[in-house]
Every structure is written in structure tokens, then in C-alpha cells.
């Protein structure tokens, strides 16, 4: 279910069917995929399920499988957002980082979701006391008001590429494009990470997390909802499938929640994803589950 962009590279390294299916064949060859961490096991879950670590263990098959001096890196979302908000198991990122490490394989943590206070931290990888080699991140940098992205690395690979040897006139890392370091993107940023810092918004995020969390369970129960996952400041709200609504069924339901009940969600799949402002007050937060409570039982 990894969503890493829709450019070759991370539709290749994805694994969400939709967004593969017009390039199988022509995508970057000998990627592999970890089964997917999501089970209807456990369902309407506050945070993480259980039993990561034990998922995780099939990594050290697929390096076994291709010998670990064939593999560069391991990636993956702390909390997987366009795959139907799915938490990471308890254990899991943990366990991977062991395993990356003891094989001297790079552990990268793409945190486009999960970074600037979505979980209650600058990024997720604090939340859960885990150093990846590589973090990339976007949207939150600049608070969505300008297009910005950015990667992250460890001082050893920073080293690896500006003491490569390479000559004083040419750039170490020629890896630019037209928009590169745009001066309004860099304003944005620093003008939101302002916000953040004073008004303390990863804390605040922090600390509405379980309202949040107990709000969102409150629509167990409602029609066709079959599971509810939630971690800091998101909610997944999955519905029963029904393959003759596919698309139609969340369009529905974008169109609806926006013209009669003056509410902005986000559909991937058969799932209602939130993601609201860091800034949501409580009241807003229970007017926001009783409207969606009201959509669903309209539409689902």
C-alpha cells in the first residue's frame, strides 16, 4: 500500500495497484515489496496493532533472496496515508531498522504525510525513537501554501557525496531542476516553521490526539463502516467495498461533503482520509465527526 509519488521512480518503489497498473513492465527493474502491514485482524485500532516486529522478519527473506550487497535501501512511510491511513504495527519500523542496519543497507522514511506535527512530532521517526538514514519531506515544510519538497541524509552520505573527489568547478550534487531552492518556497518555509515553533503546534497536535482518536471511534457502528484507524492527527474511516461504486462512490461523497455540508475529506480507495489542521479545536473536531456521520449514513 507505499505511496512515494507518481514519478517513475516512486510508482517503481509504490504499491498501490492503481497508480502501477499503466506502467507494469516499464517500471524500475529489481525493486521487491514487503507485504503489506495492514490486516483485518485487528480492527478499529487507536494507534498502532499489533505484531510488527513479526512482519518485519520478511525483510531479512528478500535479503537472503538477493544478498545484501545487491540492495541500496529500504523505504517506507511511518504511517501510510494514500494506501488507506494504515499505522505502522508496533515493532515494525523498529525491526527494520535493525535489520537495515545489521546488513548496512540505508533505511529511508519518507515522511511527506507524517512530518510537521502530523503525529505530534516534527517527525515521525522522533515519535518513535528511530534515526533513518534518509527522511524526505513536503506539504507541512511550507503548510501547503507553496510547493516545496526536500531530502534529508545522514552525515555519511552527505560526506560520501561533497568528498567524492570531485573537481572545484563542477557541483558535487548536480541534481537540480528549474524550481530548485525558489526563494518564495524558501519564504514559505520559514515562514511556517515559524508558526509551528510559536504556537507550538506539534504539541498541540500531541495533545488532541486521543479526543481525536475517541471521536473517530465514535463512528463504529455507522453504516458500512468496517474499520477505523487513527494515529495523532489522522483518521482512516474505511467502508464495506462495493465494487459497482468504485470512483462513483467517492466522488459521491467528495461532491456531497463539500457542497451540503461545508466539509473538506479526502477518499482513497473505500476509505474517508483526515488529515485536519494542526489547529483544530475540539468543538471543531466533534462538529467535523457528527457531519461526517450525517454523509455517510447519506451516501455509503
Known sequence: ?????????????????????MYNGQLLPNVSHLSSTHSYDQTFIKGQPEGGAAMAEELEKIIYLNDPSTIAAVIAEPMQGSGGVVPSPKGYLEKLREITKKHGILLIFDEVITGFGRLGHLWASERYGIEPDM?????GVTSGTVPMGGVMASSDIYNAFMQGGTQDHVAEFPHGYTYTAHPLAIAAANAALDVYLEEDLFNRAKESEDFWADCAMELK????????????LTAGIELSSRPELVGQRGLELLDRAFHEHNLMIRVTGDTIALTPPLIISRQEIEQLFD?????INSVA
Do not use: C, E, M, W
Request: proline content about 2%; glycine content about 18%.
Open 221 to 232: 457502528g455507522t453504516k458500512n463502516v468496517i474499520d477505523i484507524r487513527t494515529i495523532g
Open 1 to 21: 500500500r507505499a505511496y512515494h509519488g507518481v514519478g517513475f521512480g516512486g510508482i517503481s518503489v509504490g504499491g498501490i495497484p492503481f497508480n502501477r497498473r
Open 291 to 295: 457531519t461526517l456521520k450525517k454523509l
Open 135 to 139: 527522511i524526505t519531506f513536503a506539504k
